[in-house]
């Protein structure tokens, strides 16, 4: 009988492009995979370490499935990715239960792994993080339409707060052939949206090109007919030029939309976090893009109660953002991660009182996104189908201005009946806090 392995990936789209190439090599092997981690021989948890949120997600998935090898259902348990990699014996000691706890250095080993384990060998190895191979035949295991794009691996950013670059290492490009290359072999088997991902996106090619490759990357993703929709995250605003906000405006299948993560906007702040910038820059940039792309979707995300920071500064951030009335924006409490320069600083805020600013922005937010949703009743949106509400007895899906995963849906009717992955006109009726509904006025908007 064939040996049945399953995959939780946690945290991140660039953790789940690991969680992808392992699962070729693991079926090219000949296992079997399962999606429902209860019916597998073998579970591999893919944990995210960022901050204290996501390190008790993963936690809580370990023990959960620890459980279900106490019950005899799971065989073996395996814990890779960023947890693994920051925590390292730790968790090996701390969960004698799990059979093999490896470092996203043994990500391109999985198979050896696995052997092992399954030869009843308990594994514990952290390989160098830089040996993690930045290509590799994948398994979509997102909606089949669209399919994430890593670019790079890694952050040599070195934000003051961020346990990234010691989780992952340097800032590693993906030579821009292969960057082609994958995204061809994924327009080939059905992907018609592609997401660029990187840890810095605008950072792309500067270890191997001297320069930003980003803008010159993003027209050669163009020319690939099957795509529809290609989506940039996570671009450092010092690294916004204008040779790439040109090739985001004049190109047609690149969506109107960015994801800007600024952080904060005090320049005190910025400074204590190891980011460049200032207000007076960030207002004169957002006003830029708006201008160059009429019609952008801007998001961004923020953090409260970084150490030092005053009531003062937190008002001024709450008044920024306020001002430039961000489409979609998250806002976070401030993670102490042991490690990082930021969790040795003087004058940690109080957790309650990250909490509480985190909670008044994101309240100031619903009221942006609510009147921004009223403002496209009556208009007109391409959209995407994902699926249909059997609750709700109608279609949901995304417009250009939503990423997967992180923005809201949009809800529709529709006279004929729609495959997930085809593109619609959808006439929007109504709108929810953070959602927007209506009914498909032409379903040939391919």
């Known amino acids: 009988m064939p040996i049945n392995v399953g995959m939780v990936s946690?945290?991140?789209?660039?953790?789940?492009v690991d969680s992808e190439r392992m699962l070729y090599k693991i079926r090219k092997r000949g296992y079997q995979l399962v999606t429902d981690p209860a019916k597998a021989n073998i579970v591999i948890i893919n944990t995210c370490g960022f901050i204290q949120s996501a390190k008790e997600?993963?936690?809580?998935?370990?023990?959960?499935?620890?459980?279900?090898?106490?019950?005899?259902?799971?065989?073996?348990?395996?814990?890779?990715?960023?947890?693994?990699?920051?925590?390292?014996?730790?968790?090996?000691?701390?969960?004698?239960?799990?059979?093999?706890?490896?470092?996203?250095?043994?990500?391109?080993?999985?198979?050896?792994?696995?052997?092992?384990v399954l030869a009843n060998e308990r594994v514990v190895e952290f390989k160098?993080?830089?040996?993690?191979?930045?290509?590799?035949?994948?398994?979509?295991?997102?909606?089949?339409?669209?399919?994430?794009?890593k670019i790079a691996e890694g952050c040599s950013n070195c934000c003051s707060y961020c346990a990234i670059p010691m989780i992952r290492g340097k800032f590693r490009s993906v030579p821009m052939e292969k960057v082609i290359e994958e995204a061809q072999w994924l327009a080939d088997n059905g992907v018609t949206e592609l997401v660029v991902i990187a840890q810095d996106s605008t950072r792309y090619g500067e270890d191997l090109y001297g320069k930003s490759k980003l803008p010159e990357l993003l027209r050669e993703l163009c020319?690939?007919?099957?795509?529809?929709?290609?989506?940039?995250?996570?671009?450092?605003?010092?690294?916004?030029?204008?040779?790439?906000?040109?090739?985001?405006?004049?190109?047609?299948?690149?969506?109107?939309?960015?994801?800007?993560p600024i952080q904060h906007s005090d320049e005190k702040i910025l400074k204590a976090m190891n980011r460049k910038g200032s207000e007076q820059e960030l207002r004169a940039l957002f006003e830029k893009l708006r201008s160059k792309i009429p019609g952008i979707t801007l998001r961004?995300?923020?953090?409260t109660g970084f150490p030092?920071?005053?009531?003062?500064?937190?008002?001024?951030?709450?008044?920024?953002?306020?001002?430039?009335?961000?489409?979609?924006?998250?806002?976070?409490?401030?993670s102490q991660e042991e490690g990082t320069k930021a969790a040795q600083m003087p004058d940690q805020v109080d957790e309650e009182v990250r909490n509480h600013r985190?909670?008044?922005?994101?309240?100031?937010?619903?009221?942006?996104?609510?009147?921004?949703?009223?403002?496209?009743?009556?208009?007109?949106?391409?959209?995407?189908?994902?699926?249909?509400?059997?609750?709700?007895e109608c279609y949901f899906?995304?417009?250009?201005?939503?990423?997967?995963?992180?923005?809201?849906?949009?809800?529709?009717?529709?006279?004929?009946?729609?495959?997930?992955?085809?593109?619609?006109m959808v006439k929007v009726n109504e709108s929810l806090d953070y959602d927007l509904m209506g009914e498909v006025i032409d379903e040939s908007a391919e």
């Open 358 to 392: 985190s909670e008044i922005i994101m309240q100031q937010q619903q009221l942006v996104s609510e009147k921004k949703n009223n403002a496209m009743i009556g208009s007109t949106v391409q959209a995407v189908v994902e699926g249909f509400d059997q609750w709700a």
């Open 57 to 116: 997600e993963a936690i809580e998935t370990i023990l959960e499935l620890a459980r279900l090898k106490e019950e005899g259902t799971v065989r073996k348990l395996v814990v890779s990715g960023c947890l693994a990699e920051r925590y390292k014996e730790q968790i090996a000691e701390e969960f004698p239960e799990v059979d093999a706890v490896v470092g996203i250095g043994s990500d391109d080993e999985i198979i050896d792994v696995l052997d092992r």
């Open 10 to 16: 946690l945290g991140c789209s660039k953790n789940l």
């Open 223 to 260: 020319k690939i007919g099957s795509l529809k929709w290609i989506r940039v995250l996570y671009c450092y605003p010092e690294r916004i030029t204008d040779e790439l906000i040109d090739v985001i405006a004049s190109e047609n299948k690149i969506v109107k939309y960015l994801d800007i």
């Open 128 to 149: 160098d993080k830089c040996s993690l191979g930045l290509t590799g035949k994948r398994i979509i295991s997102t909606l089949p339409f669209y399919s994430y794009l």
């Open 300 to 303: 961004t995300t923020l953090i």
């Open 397 to 424: 899906g995304r417009t250009k201005a939503d990423a997967p995963d992180i923005d809201g849906k949009i809800f529709f009717s529709s006279a004929k009946k729609l495959k997930c992955g085809e593109y619609v």
């Open 308 to 334: 030092t920071e005053t009531e003062e500064q937190f008002n001024s951030m709450a008044e920024f953002v306020n001002d430039i009335q961000f489409e979609r924006l998250g806002c976070f409490p401030y």
